[in-house]
């Protein structure tokens, strides 16, 4: 399997992506590329990541099922579909409404009941929830994560999230809260789509969630 070659051995989430059919969340004109390992343009200027990134991003994140996980960036609602297999509640935030309403009928006609959305600024994240053990950011922030969301993380919590000011010098990080604070771990290059907030900014036409062209994704952190 391509995933495993790329570094994906976490069980949990390889049986997660082959449970959920990819194809529902990539529009028409696209399904002959539903799974082919790239990213897909879906509407309003934003896309799907590839298979090979989300995998590597649920892995990163190390959730388990007892556990209470925030998406900002529901999208298609593809990566909030393969989390609701893997964790107890899954609380997830779109601001672009069109989106999110498709994203809720994929997750009824896929009866996954354990995905409670809200539309709205996700960069603010979900106080009246929070704590969250987990928090999954799937577009890009500026340097450093949004306050709001890292105030949100619970003791013991993780959050993965692509950061960098310059989209062509984005890179997933993942940061872990302490009793003390918060610990950062970067780890490997990309380019996704600009995570909005209110009010939303146009995004690049040309980003997605791929790799940066000629890098590894599993390369260490500078």
């Not at 907030?197 to 260490?220: N, Y």
């Amino acid at each position: 399997m391509a995933l495993r070659r790329n570094g994906v051995t976490d069980t949990r989430v390889l049986a997660a992506i082959e449970r959920i059919p990819r194809e529902l969340f990539v529009p028409h004109a696209f399904q002959d590329q539903a799974w082919e390992d790239t990213a897909l343009p879906i509407d309003l200027g934003q896309t799907i990541s590839q298979p090979l990134i989300v995998a590597l991003m649920t892995q990163a994140l190390e959730v388990n099922d007892r556990q209470k996980v925030l998406e900002v960036g529901t999208g298609s609602g593809y990566q909030a579909a393969i989390l609701s297999r893997l964790c107890r509640r899954l609380y997830t935030i779109e601001r672009l409404k069109p989106l999110l309403e498709e994203a809720e009928k994929r997750f009824q006609a896929l009866r996954l009941h354990n995905i409670t959305t809200r539309h709205g600024d996700g960069t603010r994240g979900w106080p009246s929830q929070a704590p969250f053990e987990r928090i999954l950011v799937t577009a890009a922030g500026g340097p450093d994560a949004p306050k709001d969301l890292t105030d949100q993380l619970a003791v013991g919590g993780v959050m993965v999230i692509p950061l960098g000011g310059d989209y062509r010098e984005q890179r997933v990080v993942r940061y872990r809260r302490t009793e003390t604070g918060l610990t950062r771990e970067d780890l490997w290059p990309v380019r996704f789509v600009p995570l909005l907030s209110d009010p939303p900014a146009e995004p690049p036409s040309d980003l997605s969630g791929d790799p940066e062209p000629g890098t590894d994704p599993l390369a260490p952190s500078a």
